[in-house]
């Protein structure tokens, strides 16, 4: 029996994919959205989210689950599957995943992106440990310890000020002598008493025997190396693009961030890539949503082409 085709597939269920799952869906397309239960979005994992319009406070996870229910009401299909390989065959695409291979007359990537590492001794061993890259999934297990926090940006004061609903200090650790964080964001910082700094300095190494026990932290300037007791290390350093199954099948920056135009298509026709894995200016939740939207509507008219439909 011909396997049925879809008029897209969109992988990753973050606010771009789910978005792009609204849009189609109400376009009354042929969808499926594959949802990867191995790979946690960021936005899952963010304990607030104050910046969304219309939306004064909301948990990631709440957001997540609004929009995945409102693209289901308008006829989204979603399955569990974490994509392997993406290969553009005889016009369709073949996107395989653990349970099969689907085709498609077009894809929309939305897989979003993974926290970076540092690449230092004791990272890797003391991986839940101590070590960790999600304040709101570990920061329980931190009730009444210390905490170091690793960077300056949004998601690290952010968490920084999470951890201290647990932690009995927090020190933020940043290569840069002031935060690059929002200023909203910086004020909370500097007004928590639980909060301290460390500045112009990077963690060199993460010590400890059976857990951490320690950070040997180095100045970046005078190269004075000091030892931080902690039990915890929060590493919130950037994002890498999860995008590693499609080296050789769309053009990638330096970083690994899908190069697109404003309309959403990436260099492999019938393809368009939206949110974190996509090479941007602002990560966010508001700026993933309208790269969702415009992906669908882009993916929509691809459709429409090759069906030889025509509006008039």
Request: hydrophobic content about 40%.
């Amino acid at each position: 029996m011909k396997q049925e085709t879809y008029d897209s597939v969109i992988i990753g269920a973050g606010p771009a994919g789910l978005t792009a799952g609204i849009y189609a869906s109400r376009a009354r397309m042929k969808v499926l959205l594959l949802e990867s239960y191995i790979v946690m979005g960021q936005a899952t994992m963010t304990d607030m989210i104050e910046n969304y319009p219309g939306v004064i406070k909301s948990s990631g996870f709440d957001l997540i689950d609004i929009l995945k229910k409102q693209a289901e009401t308008f006829g989204l299909e979603c399955r569990p599957g974490t994509v392997k390989n993406v290969l553009l065959q005889d016009g369709s695409w073949n996107v395989e995943d653990e349970s099969g291979v689907y085709q498609t007359h077009s894809v929309i990537v939305a897989t979003g992106a993974c926290s970076k590492k540092l690449n230092i001794p004791g990272e890797t061993e003391f991986l839940g440990k101590g070590v960790s890259y999600c304040a709101t999934c570990d920061g329980a297990f931190f009730r009444d310890k210390d905490i170091i926090v690793v960077g300056g940006g949004d998601t690290a004061v952010e968490e920084a000020l999470f951890l201290t609903r647990f932690g009995k200090k927090v020190t933020v650790v940043h290569r840069r002598n002031s935060l690059r964080a929002a200023k909203i964001l910086q004020e909370r910082a500097f007004a928590n008493k639980k909060i301290e700094f460390i500045w112009q300095s990077k963690i060199k190494t993460i010590n400890g025997s059976q857990k951490v026990e320690s950070v040997s932290v180095e100045n970046i300037e005078t190269g004075k190396i000091q030892d931080v007791a902690c039990e915890g290390v929060f590493i919130f350093v950037g994002w890498q693009p999860n995008t590693g199954f499609l080296k050789g099948t769309v053009n990638l920056d330096e970083k690994g961030g899908i190069l697109t135009d404003s309309a959403m298509n990436t260099s492999g026709k019938g393809m368009f890539a939206a949110g974190d894995c996509r090479k941007k200016l602002l990560h966010q939740v508001v700026t993933a949503c309208g790269d969702g939207a415009v992906a669908a509507y882009s993916a929509g008219q691809y459709v429409d082409e090759l069906k030889g439909i025509v509006y008039k």
